[in-house]
């Protein structure tokens, strides 16, 4: 229960087969039930969420997390009392409430996103109201953020989407803001059930994508040595959690498959980024201000 009640429920059964949708219809007869008859993907799946629900106030929450009974009033109240646009709760992790999985998210100048605070002591911590973003997991949104720079791109599969959105944002002038009394309970990746190696995958690819659409080319220049070292510490990962998986030799034919899937890619993000660029109000320096070493 909430105790903010002017509110509706969408919710995206993204071609599940564990009788969610059925669950839902009958427990649940109120809530607006969107299902696909197979897996679309997590973009697609948010994505269609947002294009039916109303309000100008919409929260994104996945399906492993739970919130505290004043979530959502305390997100409303910050947004009617502030000029940001994207609002990032304080989340923590559901077995362990005292450690933070996420305090709103960072974009560092490696092209690396990160979330603020993960596995860190609650206790004392040095939370910061203004954030560069926000993580799709749990977080609230104007609808004008969307209308202005649109949705998830699909094309990152599932992680860095929230980070290039929020990303796309701050590009187009919109401020993120860190609401620490909204509290929201974290499983940590229950979807892929540990599947640490598509992750990494994605992850790999996703930087690449990342710098390309939303980096302005001078920053590019300016920290192209951290850039590259980020891209060797990522294919290293990978590597890494391939030959965990499954050997040497397979796990350098996986990552090389990675690899030659990047430059698929380059048109998509070539094209995104001369609309994000070309949209860009934010003046570089501030841009540069933001993003963390």
């Not at 990152?156 to 989407?161: R, V």
């Not at 796309?168 to 509290?183: E, H, I, Q």
């Not at 001078?218 to 290293?236: G, K, S, Y």
Request: hydrophobic share 45%.
């Amino acid at each position: 229960m909430q105790t903010f009640y002017d509110f509706e429920i969408v919710v995206v059964d993204d071609g599940s087969d564990d009788g969610t949708s059925a669950h839902v219809k009958e427990r649940f007869p109120d809530v607006r039930l969107i299902t696909f008859d197979h897996n679309a993907g997590f973009c697609v799946a948010v994505n269609k969420g947002i294009e039916e629900s109303g309000g100008d106030l919409i929260i994104l929450l996945n399906n492993d997390m739970t919130v505290a009974p004043d979530f959502i009033e305390r997100l409303v109240a910050t947004a009617d009392t502030t000029d940001a646009a994207l609002f990032a709760p304080l989340v923590v992790w559901r077995d362990e409430p005292h450690i933070i999985y996420s305090a709103g998210d960072m974009q560092r100048r490696n092209g690396r996103p990160e979330s603020i605070g993960f596995r860190r002591p609650l206790e004392g911590f040095p939370f910061s109201e203004e954030v560069f973003g926000v993580s799709a997991g749990a977080a609230l949104y104007r609808r004008e953020v969307f209308e202005t720079v649109g949705v998830l791109d699909p094309a990152y599969g599932i992680y860095f989407s929230d980070s290039d959105l929020s990303f796309r944002a701050r590009l187009a002038g919109f401020r993120a803001r860190f609401v620490r009394d909204a509290v929201a309970y974290h499983v940590g990746s229950a979807s892929l059930f540990g599947k640490t190696l598509k992750r990494t995958r994605q992850c790999c690819v996703n930087h690449v994508l990342l710098v390309l659409k939303n980096m302005p080319f001078r920053l590019i220049l300016r920290h192209a040595p951290a850039i590259l070292a980020e891209r060797a510490h990522q294919v290293r990962r990978l590597f890494s959690a391939a030959r965990t998986e499954y050997g040497p030799l397979r796990a350098t034919l996986i990552a090389g498959q990675t690899l030659l899937s990047i430059p698929w890619l380059l048109p998509h993000a070539f094209s995104e980024r001369g609309k994000i660029q070309r949209s860009r109000k934010i003046a570089i320096e501030e841009l540069e201000e933001l993003l963390s070493e």
